[in-house]
């Protein structure tokens, strides 16, 4: 069965560091989203994506954050500057098209800034 | 400012009973709800959906039943079984074109042998 792949498990990164965290959606999805989840909190949206170019972005999604599919497969979120307060686990998600509303995550990427 | 709540943190139901879940909105918009179920060190894996013309969607031991007028939603399963411990999320999605989902904080189900 088709799933969501993303890459590192966990990134630990220095305060001040740029991340750049890594996904794979599922192949014939054409919409992609990030999503973090501080500890003990709930999972909060940060951006959608469709067609290049995103299609919401949060309160969250700052200047500090860009996304990116760099080619056919990959999907990108980059931190330029993290902050302590980055540290989370980072979702992203895919769905298939229009008018299928069901969101497939993958298994994250915890990030810890130092 | 919640606009999706789960209210029990907690819930620990008996292996083979009824286990209920439940999710209540504020935001008029949302027109699609589904429910997710979490293991630690795990993304959230979909579990049911519901569109707001709909008032119930079932597939095989779940049940999601909607109550738009009173803005409530609740999952039920049924038996309950040892591996349905998890924690369990209600999302709500404003519909649109790629519309993020809305979280409720979820509900830990713990099922007891």
């Known amino acids: 069965e088709p799933e969501v792949t993303q890459t590192p498990s966990h990134q630990v990164t220095q305060m001040g560091q740029e991340v750049i965290l890594r996904c794979v959606p599922i192949?014939?999805?054409?919409?992609f989203y990030w999503y973090r989840q501080i500890l003990g909190q709930k999972v909060e949206f940060l951006v959608s994506?469709?067609?290049?170019?995103?299609?919401?972005k949060s309160e969250i999604f700052d200047d500090q954050f860009s996304v990116e599919r760099p080619d056919g497969s990959n999907f990108t979120l980059k931190i330029r500057s993290t902050k302590l307060e980055d540290s989370a686990m980072y979702f992203c998600?895919?769905?298939?098209?229009?008018?299928?509303?069901?969101?497939?995550f993958g298994p994250g990427t915890r990030l810890t800034v130092t | 400012d919640q606009q999706v709540k789960q209210n029990s943190p907690s819930l620990s139901v008996q292996e083979g009973r009824i286990s209920i879940l439940n999710c209540d909105y504020t935001?008029?918009?949302?027109?699609?709800f589904l429910w997710y179920k979490k293991y630690p060190a795990e993304g959230p894996t979909f579990l049911i959906s519901i569109s707001s013309i709909k008032d119930k969607n079932e597939d095989g031991r779940f049940t999601v039943f909607l109550n738009k007028s009173a803005k409530h939603l609740s999952l039920h399963i049924v038996p309950s079984q040892p591996g349905d411990s998890a924690v369990y999320f209600c999302?709500?999605?404003?519909?649109?074109?790629?519309?993020?989902?809305?979280f409720g904080k979820g509900t830990h189900l713990i099922i007891q042998p």
């Open positions: 192949s014939n999805h054409l919409y």
């Open positions: 999302a709500a999605s404003a519909g649109g074109g790629a519309d993020g989902l809305t």
């Open positions: 994506f469709y067609n290049n170019e995103i299609s919401e």
């Open positions: 935001n008029s918009m949302f027109d699609y």
């Open positions: 998600a895919s769905r298939l098209r229009t008018g299928s509303y069901e969101q497939y």
